[in-house]
């Protein structure tokens, strides 16, 4: 079950502000109740860059409740 979500951030390394691309790391447990956060692989649409970000736990649980699908993800969950 693999989710990539899709909100605003910013690259640091072209420091693009807009939509960016945040998915799941196979293996990351994402149900822990007692984790500050999670780890998510980052993809900038401007500079093509992947790198993993720790996001923090209140923000995930944002991430999650407006979560959709991705348009264009074949996988489906």
């Not at 951030?9 to 447990?29: A, N, P, Q, V």
């Not at 500079?47 to 993993?52: D, P």
Request: a negative charge.
């Amino acid at each position: 079950m693999s989710k990539r979500f899709k909100v605003w951030g910013h690259c640091d390394d072209c420091h693009f502000d807009g939509l960016i691309y945040f998915s799941m790391i196979d293996g990351e447990d994402y149900d822990d109740p007692d984790s500050l956060g999670v780890m998510l692989v980052q993809d900038c649409p401007s500079c093509e860059v992947s790198v993993n970000t720790f996001i923090p736990m209140d923000l995930y649980q944002e991430f999650l409740v407006g979560y959709e699908p991705v348009k264009g993800d074949e996988e489906s969950t």
